[in-house]
């Protein structure tokens, strides 16, 4: 069976004919071209596939596409503006908050969304907040930097 999918993609309006059982992140990935996000697991075990889905971190790896009807879905694509990056990606880069860079898509979507929901989280704020996104290289304390900065930077 297929859908008439009608939402919005970083902020542009689609209407994509998708099947049934097709993923978000294949949606996102293979239909529209947006490899940002990644696939990790594909499992829902390691967040490198989160995006948010009406401004709340979702992992796209467990979301069927035509269960996003209507809603407005963003990825780490939709982050920057005319070419300058946002506060959190500042945060990362500046924090280091990067090593091999595979999870770092889901964790700055991650993150987004926790800044949006809780603009001053505390440090057990972040860490309960990515708990969902796993990293093999960085050991996690200069991704809580990363986050810290950005939500410094925001409230200032
Ligand atoms: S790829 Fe979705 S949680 Fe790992
Ligand atoms: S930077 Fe390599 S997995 Fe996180």
Not at 4 to 26: E, F, I, P, W, Y
Not at 63 to 73: D, E, H, P, S, W
Not at 133 to 152: D, H, L, S, W
Request: glycine share 12%; aromatic share 2%.
């Amino acid at each position: 069976m297929k859908t008439l999918l009608s939402l919005t993609v970083n902020g542009r309006q689609r209407d994509d004919v998708v099947a049934d059982n097709l993923l978000l992140v294949d949606y996102l990935r293979e239909t529209i071209g947006l490899t940002g996000t990644k696939i990790g697991c594909d499992g829902g075990e390691c967040g490198a596939c989160t995006v948010l889905v009406d401004g709340r971190p979702r992992h796209s790896c467990l979301t069927l596409a035509a269960t996003c009807q209507g809603r407005a879905v963003e990825t780490v694509e939709a982050l920057e503006t005319d070419g300058r990056m946002a506060a959190i990606q500042r945060g990362f880069h500046e924090k280091l908050g990067a090593q091999c860079g595979f999870c770092t898509p889901g964790m700055i979507m991650a993150a987004e969304g926790l800044l949006r929901a809780k603009p001053k989280p505390s440090e057990a704020d972040i860490r309960a907040g990515m708990a969902s996104n796993i990293c093999r290289c960085t050991g996690y304390v200069k991704i809580i930097e990363a986050v810290q900065a950005a939500a410094e930077e925001l409230g200032q």
